[in-house]
């Protein structure tokens, strides 16, 4: 199984920051990634695929990028709406596997 | 639009079995994969499978033993998922997704809403 790996776990912020989380592979994955934001209680919403192309309907403020076994997702103004659970997950092979999660906290 | 609405929640004593539906509207069922993710309580999400709608061909994550089935229901769109021999650990909450493909890329663009399978004596 291809282990992933984000950092941090969690974070703290507040709204307007520039915030970054990073996403490592345990093999190179060229840029079969893609993110997810789930908020407690709803469906997760698939937010940027292929590494780093957006989603429709989803705001330019999210920011995937990398390549090979190492992945960043940037938000650049942090909205209030913004706070959540991302995770990473790779779709380079089966079975499918998802990092554990970064939780963004209001600061 | 795309939908995918799932079964309420569950509550049920260990040992016995639960099946969740996921039905789909809103586009060609038998067009794309459906796939099945598990959150437990204070975990992250753990991909569990996909089932190919259109032949009724599962493929599960090998760390799912037999006792999580997937099936469909092409007459209605609808995919299910049966747990049997439940224990405590099978407490989560499951969801199906859709399976799309962009730039070659499998993603899960739609998502049902969640069904709490508890599991308690």
């Known amino acids: 199984d291809i282990q992933m790996t984000q950092s941090p776990s969690s974070l703290s912020a507040s709204p307007g920051d520039r915030v970054t989380i990073t996403c490592r592979s345990g093999?190179?994955?060229?840029?079969?990634l893609n993110w997810y934001q789930h908020k407690t209680g709803a469906a997760p919403k698939l937010l940027i695929y292929?590494?780093?192309k957006l989603q429709s309907g989803v705001p330019s403020r999210f920011i995937g990028g990398g390549s090979g076994t190492d992945f960043s997702l940037t938000i650049t103004s942090l909205q209030p709406e913004d706070f959540a659970t991302y995770y990473c997950q790779q779709s380079y092979d089966t079975p499918v596997t998802f990092g554990q999660g970064t939780k963004v906290e209001i600061k | 639009q795309v939908l995918l609405v799932q079964s309420g929640s569950e509550l049920k004593k260990p040992g016995a079995s639960v099946r969740v539906s996921c039905k789909t509207s809103g586009y060609t069922f038998t067009g794309y994969s459906l796939h099945w993710v598990r959150q437990a309580p204070g975990q992250g999400l753990e991909w569990m499978g996909l089932i190919n709608t259109e032949t009724g061909d599962p493929k599960y994550d090998p760390a799912f033993p037999g006792r999580f089935v997937f099936s469909v229901d092409t007459s209605v769109g609808t995919a299910y998922l049966q747990i049997s021999s439940l224990t405590p650990e099978d407490t989560a909450v499951y969801y199906c997704a859709r399976g799309d493909y962009s730039e070659f890329i499998e993603t899960f663009d739609f998502w049902g809403q969640g069904t709490v399978v508890t599991v308690s004596s």
């Open positions: 093999q190179r994955i060229n840029t079969f």
């Open positions: 292929a590494a780093s």
